[in-house]
């Protein structure tokens, strides 16, 4: 655990993407919770965003991660921002 610890304190000091891979249940939300806010002041800077991706449809995958827009084809949703545009920050006037 100590090891990991040691990892984590490396992680956060960096701006690259990060990649946690591992099987169910061994702590990877925990440890990128904890690597985003020691990165994000705590988690104001921009918030946390988690999604399982393994019980997203291909249909809807696209949707989720990018958004959409009201009338899309197939999408029987309004206009909804996407994942990747709420861990950015992206506002919207």
């Given at each position: 655990?100590?090891?990991?610890?040691?990892?984590?304190?490396?992680?956060t000091?960096?701006?690259?993407?990060?990649?946690?891979?591992?099987?169910?249940?061994?702590?990877?939300?925990?440890?990128?919770?904890?690597?985003?806010?020691?990165?994000?002041?705590?988690?104001?800077?921009?918030?946390?965003?988690?999604?399982?991706?393994?019980?997203?449809?291909?249909?809807?995958?696209?949707?989720?991660?990018?958004?959409?827009?009201?009338?899309?084809?197939?999408?029987?949703?309004?206009?909804?921002?996407?994942?990747?545009?709420?861990?950015?920050?992206?506002q919207?006037?």
């Open positions: 655990m100590e090891n990991v610890r040691k990892l984590i304190s490396k992680l000091r960096t701006r690259n993407d990060i990649i946690i891979v591992g099987e169910d249940g061994v702590g990877k939300g925990a440890i990128a919770k904890n690597i985003h806010y020691q990165n994000s002041n705590g988690g104001v800077d921009l918030p946390f965003v988690s999604v399982n991706l393994s019980v997203i449809d291909d249909k809807e995958m696209e949707a989720v991660l990018f958004g959409f827009e009201r009338g899309a084809e197939r999408l029987p949703y309004t206009s909804k921002r996407g994942i990747f545009e709420i861990a950015n920050g992206v919207f006037l």
